[in-house]
């Protein structure tokens, strides 16, 4: 039975954890390179050079003396985010999206206090939502304006698309709803539901939620299939170029879809996760197979584009 | 491709690892399964002192040669000493001397003891005159006892005997209070029984043996009396009576002097460790067929101190648990808290056996977790926060170890063998993940990591193993070779296949 199980998921192209790091990962993504995307900063920073639009960076707090000068830093604005520069999988991620009489105002309605808000910048520089916990850094950045195509579907928090790009070929996408569970956060772990993207139309297909097939979001009832990703072309480019950006070869892009500023790049990740393959009911292992095949004929972008678009389409 | 020089990597280690098993086995004759007659153990005693910069001298008793083990390859490892062996009141004795020294010194005794060559040579040298040396109020207590025990006694034999019982009789009555002292220790019985049997004219002594074990790094010093009558020392029991020697312990020296007497230097310790003398073990087949040592055992496991060898009896079976590590991770797909830290808590359960060893563990880890939520509202930084934990689990280790003693559970004492700073880590990391996942992912990983932690100490204890992987330790590069190759495993992990089992539906 377990046998039959394990050749049924082979059939289906489905890639396990044990193959993502000895035949992707391992191969295609130099270990010298992780530094650029494991710390945001530099991700951040590489981008800008390559005209590549990120949510702007308004600071920095590199070491504790810093903490103190926070409010010169944040000026008179009210929203912003904070993140740890070395991060994984959305902790230590603070929105804060207004403030009244000193205290800020949390996305989830909490209100923070002066010092909360100073006990969680130690806690990042000191490591606690750090890969390896490493001492970090800790970003201060412009809290994207979700553009409202998603505003049915989500609830609080920012959806965002998650693009995996293989040798520069986006191979798979989906996008992530926040519900109540996920307490506003866009992680699948932590609750969020995540809807595959057919990669021709850029409209969303199935969605899935803890391991369950559903047809609308738990909390807003809005249909969570059929929905157009709006400027999609714009979408694939930007997640394409973050290969020849990094030069890892298998990558995962988090892009946000921004009111105004349209498609901002929020990280690159050298460690994708495999859910992907569960929102879209599709396996990843046969399409990354089908583009190590044709990998040397795809010279540019755009061709690299058309390739994913006419081979990964849906249905 | 990188995979076919893996392959052949894989494959030369199998091939050595077999070719030297192989050849252990077939042609040395070295038995695949533990042996259980044994008729060698390994002797050590290493001593260690500070010298004070004066002459120094070291006495030290050597193991009685006689019935039933016959002492030999005795050897002296000791370096600016002059040394010389004598005998002391039918004691053998070593003697270390040196004029000048100073520092921290190290001496070795070490000594192989064998079964059934031995002639009773010692047994047999008749006993000089002693004196019981009584005076005063003990003498009047020792003739007083000895008259009402020769009254139940028709011989000597029957003398010792009854000697023995009236001092064990546990009726601290006057005469046997006089002559035993408060709270007298089994060796003080036995030295008072010994004293009132040469003062009732049958010549007595206490011996003192340790036991031969499988695997001692520190034996303890055993007592039982010898008694002179028919042209012969006869053994008894300290305790009960008992005629005949203690069985499986090898009789060291007799009298009242210790057994190591260092002058000219301080903080003087000592320590003896027994074990089963493998090599004799190994070799007897081999001997029988009229062939050398080879010289195989100058360079392998069998050569090393006994107590190095206990070291590396443990130190062999750690790459077991480091396979069940890497299969139940890699291939099962279990999640566990840090990578080696299921392997470490699997070392200490050796100490507290699996059960009480899961018992503690999840004490300690408890209520380390409870007070790490406590801590959390105070708002302590990282570092602070982790000496804090550690503090507190140093804290609950000896709470848990006093409390066992007093409620007479002793398994409970163990709880000190834990590794500490991995059982912090546990708890840090435990309540990072209960925040930030949940409470059902971090129960899953803690009892992931106890599971993956029983099955490894399971593993590394089986005798079987533990006595393959030490007489052939070339099985290392087989698993070495396991363990590369499950390196390149790109299977599914068990635990994927329920993950991902809503897209192995058959196709609609």
């Known amino acids: 039975m377990i046998w039959d199980l394990a050749r049924r998921l082979h059939a289906a192209g489905v890639l396990g954890i044990n193959r993502r790091n000895a035949d992707y990962m391992l191969v295609y993504n130099e270990r010298r390179r992780y530094p650029l995307v494991d710390d945001k900063v530099q991700t951040k920073r590489l981008a800008q050079s390559a005209g590549i639009a990120v949510p702007e960076l308004y600071g920095v707090i590199e070491i504790e003396r810093q903490v103190r000068d926070f409010s010169t830093l944040i000026g008179d604005r009210s929203d912003f985010v904070i993140k740890p520069a070395r991060g994984s999988g959305g902790n230590g991620v603070l929105i804060v999206s207004g403030r009244h009489d000193g205290e800020f105002a949390r996305i989830n309605g909490q209100s923070l206090s002066v010092a909360q808000l100073e006990h969680h910048l130690f806690n990042t520089l000191s490591g606690l939502y750090s890969l390896g916990g490493n001492p970090d850094v800790a970003m201060v950045e412009y809290r994207v304006d979700p553009d409202p195509v998603f505003a049915a579907i989500s609830y609080l928090g920012v959806p965002d698309v998650r693009i995996v790009v293989f040798l520069g070929v986006p191979v798979m996408a989906m996008v992530r709803l926040p519900t109540r569970a996920s307490g506003g956060k866009a992680n699948l772990h932590q609750g969020a539901i995540g809807a595959g993207i057919d990669l021709a139309s850029g409209k969303t297909l199935t969605a899935v939620w803890r391991n369950d097939i559903i047809a609308q979001h738990p909390d807003t009832g809005g249909?969570?299939?059929?929905?157009?990703?709006?400027?999609?072309?714009?979408?694939?480019?930007?997640?394409?170029?973050?290969?020849?950006?990094?030069?890892?070869?298998?990558?995962?892009?988090?892009?946000?879809?921004?009111?105004?500023?349209?498609?901002?790049?929020?990280?690159?990740?050298?460690?994708?996760?495999?859910?992907?393959?569960?929102?879209?009911?599709?396996?990843l292992a046969s399409r990354l197979r089908q583009v190590e095949r044709v990998r040397t004929s795809l010279a540019d972008v755009q061709s690299r584009i058309a390739f994913a678009r006419q081979a990964f389409a849906a249905g | 491709m990188s995979n076919r020089s893996l392959y052949t990597l894989v494959a030369i280690l199998v091939a050595c690892a077999l070719l030297m098993v192989g050849y252990k086995v077939l042609v040395l004759q070295f038995p695949l399964l533990p042996d259980t007659e044994v008729d060698a153990w390994d002797i050590e005693v290493g001593l260690s002192f500070v010298a004070q910069g004066g002459p120094v001298k070291v006495t030290l008793y050597q193991p009685r040669q006689g019935s039933p083990y016959a002492i030999v390859d005795e050897r002296f490892v000791s370096q600016g000493f002059g040394f010389s062996s004598r005998r002391v009141d039918g004691n053998r004795q070593v003697v270390w001397s040196a004029r000048n020294l100073r520092g921290e010194q190290f001496l070795y005794y070490r000594a192989t003891?064998?079964?059934?060559?031995?002639?009773?040579?010692?047994?047999?040298?008749?006993?000089?005159?002693?004196?019981?040396?009584?005076?005063?109020?003990?003498?009047?207590?020792?003739?007083?006892?000895?008259?009402?025990?020769?009254?139940?006694?028709?011989?000597?034999?029957?003398?010792?005997?009854?000697?023995?019982?009236?001092?064990?009789?546990?009726?601290?009555?006057?005469?046997?209070?006089?002559?035993?002292?408060?709270?007298?220790?089994?060796?003080?019985?036995?030295?008072?029984?010994?004293?009132?049997?040469?003062?009732?004219?049958?010549?007595?002594?206490?011996?003192?043996?340790?036991?031969?074990?499988?695997?001692?790094?520190?034996?303890?010093?055993?007592?039982?009396?010898?008694?002179?009558?028919?042209?012969?020392?006869?053994?008894?029991?300290?305790?009960s009576g008992e005629p005949g020697a203690p069985e499986g312990w090898l009789a060291w020296w007799h009298g009242t002097a210790p057994l190591v007497r260092v002058t000219g230097a301080e903080r003087v310790q000592t320590q003896i460790s027994v074990g089963i003398n493998k090599e004799s073990a190994l070799v007897g087949a081999t001997r029988r067929e009229q062939m050398a040592t080879p010289a195989l055992f100058d360079y392998s496991l069998l050569s090393l101190p006994v107590d190095t060898q206990a070291v590396y009896h443990v130190l062999l079976t750690v790459p077991l648990g480091v396979l069940v590590l890497v299969v139940m991770r890699n291939v099962v797909g279990v999640k566990t808290f840090g990578t080696f830290m299921p392997v470490l808590i699997a070392l200490a359960f050796r100490e507290t056996r699996l059960l009480w060893g899961i018992v503690l563990f999840s004490l300690v880890v408890g209520l380390g977790l409870f007070i790490r939520f406590h801590l959390e509202r105070m708002k302590l930084l990282l570092v602070p926060r982790l000496a804090a934990v550690l503090i507190v689990v140093i804290i609950l280790m000896a709470l848990i170890s006093i409390l066992s003693q007093q409620l007479g559970f002793y398994r409970g004492l163990s709880v000190a063998l834990f590794p500490m700073v991995i059982m912090t880590m546990t708890i840090e990391r435990m309540s990072i993940v209960w925040e930030e996942r949940g409470r059902g992912e971090a129960l899953q990983q803690g009892l992931g990591s106890l599971l993956v932690a029983a099955l490894a100490y399971l593993t590394m204890s089986i005798p079987l193993m533990q006595h393959v992987i030490f007489v052939f330790p070339e099985l290392l590069l087989l698993?070495?070779?396991?363990?590369?190759?499950?390196?390149?495993?790109?299977?599914?992990?068990?635990?994927?296949?329920?993950?991902?089992?809503?897209?192995?539906?058959?196709?609609?």
């Open chain 2, 113 to 239: 003891a064998r079964t059934g060559e031995a002639t009773a040579a010692a047994m047999r040298a008749p006993p000089e005159r002693d004196d019981p040396g009584f005076t005063g109020a003990e003498l009047i207590a020792a003739s007083a006892v000895l008259a009402e025990v020769r009254a139940h006694s028709a011989d000597a034999e029957t003398l010792v005997v009854e000697v023995i019982r009236r001092l064990a009789s546990g009726a601290e009555d006057g005469n046997v209070g006089v002559l035993l002292g408060a709270v007298p220790s089994r060796l003080r019985r036995q030295q008072v029984a010994a004293r009132l049997l040469v003062a009732g004219g049958v010549p007595a002594r206490v011996v003192h043996g340790v036991r031969l074990e499988t695997l001692a790094r520190s034996a303890a010093i055993g007592h039982w009396l010898e008694a002179y009558y028919d042209d012969n020392w006869h053994a008894f029991d300290g305790q």
């Open chain 1, 223 to 283: 249909p969570a299939g059929g929905v157009q990703v709006p400027r999609w072309d714009e979408l694939l480019l930007l997640a394409a170029r973050c290969t020849d950006l990094t030069g890892l070869g298998y990558i995962g892009v988090d892009v946000v879809l921004d009111r105004e500023r349209g498609p901002l790049m929020l990280e690159i990740n050298a460690r994708p996760g495999l859910n992907i393959q569960i929102a879209n009911a599709t396996g």
């Open chain 2, 479 to 508: 698993l070495l070779a396991v363990v590369l190759l499950l390196g390149r495993y790109t299977g599914y992990r068990l635990s994927e296949l329920l993950r991902f089992r809503s897209l192995g539906k058959p196709a609609q």
